[in-house]
């Protein structure tokens, strides 16, 4: 599945661009994908998009700490900023350390706010595999980041689409 959909992020740069889903399908065929794969993928991006629009982004509110209710589809409540994340033991499980830590590392960089973080969760909670690898974690965090159209800094993009296998230590 996470092949297809690296596939998806590298051919299809905005999720605007990416065409529907019986075209892609046929696309991901021609390419010499497996059915299977490309159905646990369509289907994983779809339940994206789902996700995506769920979830309201925060307002200005959010940021300076103000828990008033957001306008937005659903009555969601802003984190506050000294908030902390209890993950259950499910999550903990499925994700890893590796993951969790990786959230943590995305958070204190300011490139994973808590919105984006839920969405982020709730797909990689619905991932195959048990522990997640961080490769697919990663491009679960490229996904979401690309289905809602933004664009992360460049040095965390570079973190999102390194391995770390082949980097010298200073």
């Given at each position: 599945?996470?092949?297809v959909?690296?596939?998806v992020?590298?051919?299809?740069?905005?999720?605007?661009s990416?065409?529907?889903?019986?075209a892609?399908?046929?696309?991901?065929?021609?390419?010499?994908f497996?059915?299977?794969e490309?159905a646990?993928?369509?289907g994983w991006?779809?339940?994206l998009?789902?996700?995506?629009?769920?979830?309201?982004?925060?307002?200005?509110q959010a940021s300076?700490?103000?828990?008033?209710k957001?306008?937005?589809?659903t009555?969601?409540?802003?984190?506050?900023?000294?908030?902390?994340?209890i993950?259950?033991?499910?999550?903990?499980l499925?994700?890893?350390?590796?993951c969790?830590?990786?959230?943590?590392?995305?958070?204190s960089?300011?490139?994973?706010?808590?919105?984006?973080?839920?969405?982020?969760?709730?797909?990689?909670m619905?991932?195959?595999?048990?522990?997640?690898?961080?490769?697919?974690?990663?491009v679960?965090?490229?996904?979401?980041f690309?289905s809602?159209?933004?664009?992360?800094?460049?040095?965390?993009?570079d973190?999102?689409?390194?391995?770390g296998?082949?980097?010298?230590?200073?």
């Open positions: 599945m996470f092949e959909l690296v596939f992020y590298e051919n299809y740069w905005h999720g605007a990416c065409p529907e889903p019986a892609l399908e046929q696309k991901l065929n021609a390419v010499g497996d059915a299977e490309i646990e993928a369509l991006l779809q339940e998009s789902v996700a995506a629009r769920e979830q309201p982004a925060p307002t200005a300076t700490g103000d828990n008033s957001l306008p937005g589809k009555d969601a409540v802003a984190q506050s900023p000294h908030g902390q994340r993950y259950t033991a499910a999550e903990q499925h994700l890893g350390v590796p969790l830590g990786f959230v943590s590392f995305l958070e960089a300011g490139a994973l706010p808590s919105y984006l973080r839920e969405i982020v969760l709730e797909r990689a619905a991932a195959p595999a048990n522990p997640l690898a961080l490769e697919d974690f990663k679960i965090v490229l996904m979401v690309w809602l159209g933004l664009e992360p800094d460049a040095l965390i993009l973190e999102l689409c390194d391995d296998a082949h980097r010298v230590a200073h």
